[in-house]
């Protein structure tokens, strides 16, 4: 009893002789907390951040060469077209950089009505689009409306969800095709989407860690 009496009183007269409660103590190093948070989120700042998750966003006019169909053959009877050229033109948003004429696809590109996934088209410079399925809008012997859903990739841009509505006409012996590529188009929120930062999640982390212990530290010696 006389030892618990007396280590009670050394703590007394230590806090008294320091000039300090452990109300005010805590009080301190909860300021010196925030101020280190408050610098490492400063310089954190300063460093170039890649937690930003870019989306490609535009649209792209598509054109083609066409192609020539045996006599009797028409676009209702015949599931499989071989296009000689598509090829893309100046389009808007992230396609604006796009040259006239600028060729996506090997000379004989084979679009087949009866499989619409796997369908793909584009280069690097370009990007790639490629279809997870699709359906046709509307079908005669002389008109076709295809609508394609899929992804768009192209390098330093994230997958981004895209159609492709393309359009085949019949006139005599030949098949002209047209269609419009659309990359993102129904986000509505134009090409960046903000993401936490995880090296100002950590510090955070870090000097919310340094608070709960030190309360806990205060909790014990109370």
Same mark, same amino acid.
């Given at each position: 009893m006389q030892l618990s009496g007396a280590h009670s009183d050394n703590r007394q007269v230590w806090s008294a002789s320091s000039g300090f409660s452990p109300h005010v103590r805590t009080g301190q190093f909860l300021g010196r907390c925030f101020g280190v948070a408050l610098v490492v989120l400063t310089l954190l700042g300063f460093l170039p951040?890649?937690?930003?998750?870019?989306?490609?966003?535009?649209?792209?006019?598509?054109?083609?060469?066409? $192609?020539?169909?045996?006599?009797?053959?028409? $676009? $209702?009877?015949?599931?499989?077209?071989? $296009?000689?050229?598509?090829?893309?033109?100046?389009?808007t948003d992230d396609f604006g950089s796009v040259p006239y004429f600028m060729i996506l696809t090997p000379e004989d590109w084979l679009i087949d009505i009866s499989d619409l996934s796997g369908l793909s088209l584009g280069t690097e410079e370009f990007g790639t689009f490629t279809s997870t399925t699709g359906n046709v809008v509307s079908r005669s012997s002389e008109f076709m409306n295809v609508e394609l859903i899929g992804l768009f990739e192209r390098t330093s841009f994230e997958d981004t969800a895209a159609t492709l509505h393309f359009a085949m006409t019949k006139t005599g012996q030949s098949v002209s095709w047209s269609g419009t590529l659309a990359v993102g188009m129904n986000s509505g929120t134009g090409n960046v989407v903000p993401e936490p930062n995880s090296g100002m999640v950590a510090a955070m982390g870090f000097i919310s860690l340094l608070v709960l212990t030190r309360r806990h530290r205060n909790r014990s010696v109370a």
């Open positions: 951040s890649y937690s930003a998750a870019v989306d490609f966003y535009g649209s792209d006019p598509l054109g083609s060469t066409g $192609l020539n169909v045996a006599p009797g053959v028409d $676009l $209702l009877n015949s599931d499989q077209f071989y $296009l000689a050229t598509v090829f893309g033109n100046p389009g």
